[in-house]
Nanobody, 117 residues
């Protein structure tokens, strides 16, 4: 079992920045993909960014060049640095870890990001 706890959400003006953190605890898989997804009211949950245990990254086109995903393996923590935020980035952001060996997915409870004047 893996537990994920997100933090760092809040209210920010358009053009501003936020950094989200996701602390993982429990039995961390050796081979995994960690990522962030977001969900706005009435919409489906969409992937924002992913990072593999080997360090490879992948971004949604809508955040490419503005968001950066990273991880600190020693702390079992991943981050999402969000710059040049737009009102359309407003959503609940969820942290995820996918265990490649077992196929299991684990999710955090989410943190709300609101981009507004």
């Amino acid at each position: 079992q893996v537990q994920l706890v997100e933090s760092g959400g809040g209210l920010v003006q358009p053009g501003g920045s936020l950094r989200l953190s996701c602390a993982a605890s429990g039995i961390i898989p050796n081979l995994y993909v960690m990522g962030w997804a977001r969900q706005s009211p009435g919409k489906q949950r969409d992937w924002v960014a992913r990072i593999s245990s080997a360090g490879g990254t992948l971004y949604a086109e809508s955040v490419q060049g503005r968001f950066t995903i990273s991880r600190d393996s020693a702390k079992n923590t991943e981050y999402l640095q969000m710059n040049s935020l737009r009102p359309e980035d407003t959503a609940v952001y969820y942290c995820n870890i996918h265990d490649i060996s077992s196929g299991m997915d684990y999710w955090g409870n989410g943190t709300l990001v609101t981009v507004s004047k």
